[in-house]
């Protein structure tokens, strides 16, 4: 990650994390993906347009759990998460995931939507 510019620090601009593509590992983006609270946030991801906050998201766990769970989907590099004033938006990093593991997250997210309605769980 490269430090803040001056324009950055000037205006306050907050940074967070992330690893490079060639820093992504597989098994981080496995165990990432092997919750299914971060496996929930990365379908309603993928079916948004764009990006979303963190607070669009209706989890079953605390405030404190659902940070913890979008710094595991961060650090894994399956997210990418920039402040927009206050907001922590939240967007898929599609790219970088299928550069280095083609079709990984679409076979993923299939497999993931074929289980929910076979569960009822839309």
């Known amino acids: ?24 590992r597989i098994e981080s983006v496995l165990h990432a993906l092997s919750d299914p609270v971060r496996l929930c946030v990365v379908r309603e991801l993928a079916a948004a347009e764009g990006e979303l906050t963190c607070s669009r998201f ?18 894994s590099g399956i997210v990418q998460q920039v402040y927009r004033g206050t907001a922590k938006m ?6 970088d995931l299928e ?10 997210l299939d497999g993931a939507n074929r289980q929910a309605e076979r569960l009822g769980e839309g």
Do not use: C, W, Y
Not at 1 to 24: C, F, K, N, W, Y
Not at 58 to 75: C, G, I
């Open 1 to 24: 990650m490269t430090p803040a510019s001056a324009t950055d620090q000037a205006v306050g601009t907050r940074r967070l994390a992330h690893p490079a593509r060639d820093e992504i």
């Open 99 to 108: 550069a280095l593991f083609p079709g990984l997250l679409d076979r993923v």
């Open 58 to 75: 209706d989890l079953p766990v605390t405030k404190s759990t659902t940070t913890h769970h979008f710094r595991v989907l961060r650090e």
């Open 90 to 95: 939240n967007g898929l990093r599609r790219e």
